[in-house]
């Protein structure tokens, strides 16, 4: 068995803590905080050997279903898949979210491009959206009231961290998120993600991504209110806030030469405005949570 026949040899050392939106902070109850950093653990893994640089396709592929098969039980134990597979028998719950986030990644070893908004969201249902739906599952939320709001904060998030990334991710990965159509729309080109400096057409076409994650946003705004777990419910409050505020800072800022991502004490207070928003807003979810009940029935 060579060096790269393990997902863990592939492991870039990045955590948790070094993510863009709080993964598990402290408003988790402690009963549920394990669980997610095991999932996230081995997303993590799968992630790292999805954008690692020395290996082929193929490779990649092999290493992600070697984890999707230690994960089932299918295959041998895997040491990146054991901690969230105990997590996930000791609560009762099905691997099927971390499957379509290892699906998301067979993506990524396949196509650098994606054609249209519509594809990037397909992507999107898998390398985004099982995260919110399996951190609600764990907590006992009603799917059929939380998934779709939580599915769009999700999408809105992945390319959020896409728009940030894009340069980064063109020149060490050869992979552009940005869809090609939206490109043609504004005169851009691929190659003007090498650039030091965004020019206008891609600044446009970053613009126009980042108002359709504004949308996303604004579509699951409500999911906060919808949710009976109040710790869950504040830490949704907080990352939605600072995906607001992040996606308007890629409206006014170019993320090829421009830092996006603001420090620490301006993410706190962000984060601590969602987090007061819904807290005077809890005394009157009942009435969004009928709502919500009325248009799953209509």
Known sequence: MTSLETATATRSGKGHRDENFPVASHLIHPRHRGAILAFYNFVRAGDDVADHADLSSAG?????DRLADSLTGAGPSDPEAEPLKRELAARGLPPRHALE???AFRMDARKNRYADWDELIHYCRYSAMPVGRFVLDLHGEDPSRVWPASDAICAALQVINH???CG???AGLDRVYLPQDALDRHGATVAMLGEPKAPPQLRA???ELANRCLELLDKGAVLPDLIDDLRLS???AAIHRLAVVLARGLIE????SEKVHHGKAAFALTALGGVAATL???PFRGRTVRAAAQGIRS
């Open 60 to 64: 990649k592929i092999a290493l992600l």
């Open 101 to 103: 986030l290892l699906d």
């Open 163 to 165: 728009l940030q990334d």
């Open 168 to 170: 980064k991710d063109f």
């Open 205 to 207: 076409v970053i613009r």
């Open 234 to 236: 504040l830490e949704i």
């Open 253 to 256: 800022r170019d993320p090829l």
């Open 280 to 282: 005077a807003r809890r």
